[in-house]
């Protein structure tokens, strides 16, 4: 799944519900932003763990997430 500027469009309830969704359904998701969005900020996606970047006149940087969550017991 591509998404593409989140906040444009979209509350941030909304926004997250959206993003829960998709990642229940797809083994890859790109999201595209002028900003983090909100649901992003802890590095994980509906329980699941993502990598953010950041990319600048083509440089491509990993990013850590704003908050950080213990990691979840299994």
Same mark, same amino acid.
């Given at each position: 799944w591509l998404v593409d500027d989140l906040q444009a469009e979209l509350d941030e309830a909304t926004q997250a519900m959206l993003l829960e969704k998709i990642s229940g359904v797809a083994d890859q998701m790109l999201i595209a932003a002028l900003e983090?969005? %909100?649901?992003? %900020?802890? =590095? @994980? $996606?509906? /329980? @699941?763990p993502i990598d953010?970047?950041? $990319? /600048? +006149? =083509? +440089? $491509?940087? *990993? $990013?850590? *997430?704003v908050v %950080?969550? *213990?990691p979840i017991a299994l």
């Amino acid at each position: 799944w591509l998404v593409d500027d989140l906040q444009a469009e979209l509350d941030e309830a909304t926004q997250a519900m959206l993003l829960e969704k998709i990642s229940g359904v797809a083994d890859q998701m790109l999201i595209a932003a002028l900003e983090l969005p %909100k649901a992003c %900020k802890t =590095g @994980r $996606v509906d /329980e @699941r763990p993502i990598d953010l970047f950041h $990319v /600048e +006149q =083509g +440089q $491509v940087e *990993p $990013v850590e *997430p704003v908050v %950080k969550e *213990p990691p979840i017991a299994l």
